[in-house]
């Protein structure tokens, strides 16, 4: 792999410019030096201070930031809107604090496409701001790198073997002329390397299907409880009303119907008791079958079947 072979010399040299082991340091390590380098221009400044804030999950202190940049009116050749390491912060936060990406979207609209890379990454930032990002080819491996720093859990089985698809083709490094996209595949070849050894995704996948399967039976089975004791009780009333009520005198009818209103046993309030009924029922059985779906999907008891 030119990765493995090329990575320590290739990193080691960017280190020497302004602001960059701040963010190979996130990048690779997600770690950050709580006080800036010296000497660093504004941008770099922010770029600290964004990184700063995603780490500590700082919501306040990225609004601030993402605030003061999101009243400024960029043109083609303003400096902050054309660095892709400050661009791709103010996604990753915007993704980690949900925050809403239209007015980013019409930013980097702006940006300069001089070249087939730049165009690459435009496309990209486009993508991730509009909230359709493309998980397949060139794009795998950015898209990988941008959900293992904002949203792990939108990190699959597909998306590891497409980068990993993608990676694998690659013939020379530095791939690109373009550092921010060397830098991106590097950390998504290490990213490839930590979640298949000895991590297993697929087993994530599996569960989160589990989950989904067991969620849909549970509630078809629940419903077919309800309904179904509503059928009983709907043909018991029938049979107490035909057998029973209209063999009682007028004033021990009006006392029925008047003792059935107060305890609220009308047939409409019993039909609305039917959704807290349903998920009194789906409780009783997630409690019977040992499945808690808020963790690991099986009980401890289930944990310790397995493993013996």
Not at 5 to 30: A, C, V
Request: net charge positive; glycine share 4%.
């Amino acid at each position: 792999m030119v990765f493995i072979e090329f990575k320590s010399s290739y990193l080691d040299s960017l280190r020497n410019f302004p602001g960059m082991t701040e963010i190979l340091d996130y990048i690779f390590l997600q770690t950050l030096n709580p006080k800036p380098e010296q000497n660093l221009q504004n941008l770099d400044n922010d770029v600290h201070f964004l990184i700063q804030a995603i780490l500590n999950k700082d919501v306040g202190a990225f609004n601030q930031i993402e605030s003061a940049y999101s009243r400024k009116n960029p043109v083609a050749d303003s400096p902050w809107i054309n660095n892709n390491y400050l661009i791709f912060l103010l996604l990753i936060g915007q993704q980690l604090f949900l925050k809403d990406s239209t007015w980013l979207k019409k930013a980097i609209e702006v940006r300069r496409r001089s070249n087939e890379e730049s165009s690459f990454i435009y496309d990209f930032f486009i993508s991730i701001s509009v909230g359709s990002p493309n998980s397949k080819g060139q794009f795998a491996p950015l898209y990988l790198t941008y959900c293992h720093l904002s949203n792990k859990n939108a990190i699959t089985v597909t998306l590891i073997n497409n980068s990993l698809e993608e990676l694998c083709s690659i013939k020379r490094f530095p791939c690109y002329d373009n550092e921010f996209l060397n830098i991106i595949y590097l950390a998504a070849f290490e990213i490839c390397l930590r979640y298949k050894v000895p991590i297993d995704v697929n087993s994530a996948e599996r569960l989160s299907l589990f989950k989904t399967k067991i969620q849909k039976r549970v509630s078809s089975l629940a419903n077919i409880i309800v309904y179904a004791g509503y059928l009983v009780l709907m043909i018991g009333i029938w049979m107490f009303i035909k057998k029973v009520f209209y063999g009682l005198t007028e004033s021990w009818q009006n006392r029925i119907i008047t003792i059935a209103s107060f305890a609220g046993l009308t047939i409409l309030e019993i039909f609305k008791a039917r959704i807290t009924l349903r998920k009194s029922i789906e409780k009783s059985l997630y409690s019977y079958l040992g499945i808690n779906l808020l963790t690991e999907g099986f009980s401890d008891e289930q944990r310790q079947m397995k493993n013996s």
